[in-house]
């Protein structure tokens, strides 16, 4: 399959599927699934830290508190998603208990992290 291949084939109208099976035959399929809850997203763009308020701080929130069921020194979490104090001390704990600088402040190395080791605790990984 050739990138100009395909793109001439979308120009045309083919679908995903059928530009698959313009190459690979009328075989292929797309195998579709219910969405897997909890699954990480890419990093904010900026750093959460204290008095930041957003989905993506819940989303961490949740995450560090499924994550404390096997690390239990970090600390559960109210999953508001607002960045306080408390969200700050489990954040330091993880950082430290993961070789991470101790900030308290959600950047991108840490939000990356989190994000690793709550696919490795939650078996997310084997559910994809």
């Not at 793109?7 to 897997?36: C, H, W």
């Not at 979490?77 to 208990?97: H, P």
Request: glycine share 10%; net charge positive.
């Amino acid at each position: 399959m050739t990138q100009w291949g395909s793109k001439y084939l979308g120009d045309q109208g083919y679908s995903a599927i059928d530009i698959i099976r313009y190459y690979y035959g009328n075989n292929m399929f797309i195998k579709t699934a219910t969405e897997v809850s909890g699954v990480p997203s890419s990093w904010p763009g900026t750093d959460l830290k204290v008095g930041t308020r957003s989905d993506k701080v819940r989303q961490m929130q949740q995450q560090l508190n499924v994550i404390t069921k096997g690390y239990p020194l970090i600390p559960k979490l109210v999953e508001d998603g607002i960045f306080g104090k408390k969200t700050e001390e489990a954040v330091k704990k993880f950082q430290g208990v993961f070789g991470l600088p101790q900030t308290g402040i959600v950047d991108y190395p840490t939000w990356y992290k989190i994000s690793e080791i709550y696919v490795g605790v939650s078996r997310i990984a084997e559910l994809q």
